[in-house]
């Protein structure tokens, strides 16, 4: 099926959807994005997306192109005319295609490019994966400072997720100084002695969305969270482990470099914070 997509201002076929060869998000990864889930024809958390936009697109000095207004209403059209019931909203912005290339930003009246798609996803919710959990390796982090703004620059996360498939594992934790940052694309946890600990906001990680709901409801059921930092070490000896993203929820992690977690199954924590994001965030969907 041919998708309709958004890009600059129309609604067209994925085949007639151009950009620029001189467009800074191809030259310089000079663009922000965001990726929202769709859960029973709703969006999840759309507000806490449009703000992380916002900011990424502040911290980079990039001009919004787009109300809030109006880019909800561009989510709920491309969720309408390509029947999303399960699925996700990819969302890039870019600094837009200069004359030529050039290292210094273009000038105001460059227009930003604005692009957004679909990714239909049956099951997304019901996910088999989050049933018996995915394993890890821990890699150097070798990104840049600036991890809190959500850049499309994700070559290195795209090298972790090869070396952990090269390593017959499902993703990457990365460490800096002895302590896990994050996943490839998405934030991580331990739980030990019934406690949540999860890094610290910093530049160091992305500020997920998912990270701040779980957190939230978390709190609200009663469980303790800890922000600070943790050792793979740690990790390894956790009574059990998981990550959150905006596409993959709650998910249990079993194992980490070759070592199981707990006793090497989904933990107790981990699924009932899945059903928590899962029921609480459907409620709230618009
Ligand atoms: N960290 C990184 C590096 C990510 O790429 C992502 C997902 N884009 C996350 C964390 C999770 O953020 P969110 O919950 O907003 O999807």
Redesign the pocket.
């Known amino acids: 099926m041919i998708r309709t997509v958004y890009l600059n201002g129309t609604y067209l076929p994925e085949n007639e959807a151009k950009v620029s060869i001189f467009d800074r998000g191809f030259l310089f990864a000079d663009g922000v994005y965001?990726?929202t889930s769709v859960l029973g024809g709703k969006l999840i958390d759309f507000q806490?997306?449009a703000l992380?936009l916002a900011r990424s697109l502040s911290e980079l000095g990039m001009r919004n192109p787009i109300e809030t207004a109006d880019l909800l209403e561009v989510h709920r059209e491309l969720v309408r005319v390509n029947d999303i019931d399960e699925g996700l909203i990819y969302l890039q912005i870019t600094r837009g295609a200069a004359a030529d290339r050039d290292f210094a930003y273009p000038s105001e009246d460059t227009l930003p490019t604005i692009v957004l798609f679909t990714q239909n996803k049956p099951g997304l919710a019901d996910s088999p994966v989050a049933k018996v959990g995915i394993k890890v390796i821990s890699i150097a982090d070798q990104r840049w400072g600036r991890?809190d703004i959500?850049t499309v620059q994700?070559l290195y996360?795209s090298m972790g997720k090869m070396m952990a498939k090269a390593a017959g594992c499902d993703d990457a934790w990365m460490v800096e100084d002895g302590a896990v940052t994050?996943?490839?694309?998405?934030?991580a946890y331990i739980v030990k002695d019934g406690k949540i600990i999860t890094r610290h906001l910093s530049n160091d990680?992305?500020?997920?969305?998912?990270?701040a709901a779980v957190l939230r409801f978390a709190r609200e059921a009663q469980m303790e969270v800890e922000e600070r930092a943790f050792t793979v070490a740690e990790a390894q000896n956790a009574d059990e482990a998981f990550f959150?993203?905006?596409?993959a929820f709650v998910m249990p992690v079993v194992e980490l470099d070759g070592q199981a977690i707990g006793a090497g199954i989904p933990g107790p924590v981990a699924i009932r914070l899945r059903e928590i994001y899962l029921d609480e965030s459907r409620k709230i969907a618009i």
């Open positions: 965001e990726v806490g997306h992380r991890r959500k994700l996360p994050e996943g490839t694309s998405n934030n990680i992305l500020h997920g969305i998912t990270r959150t993203s905006a596409s």
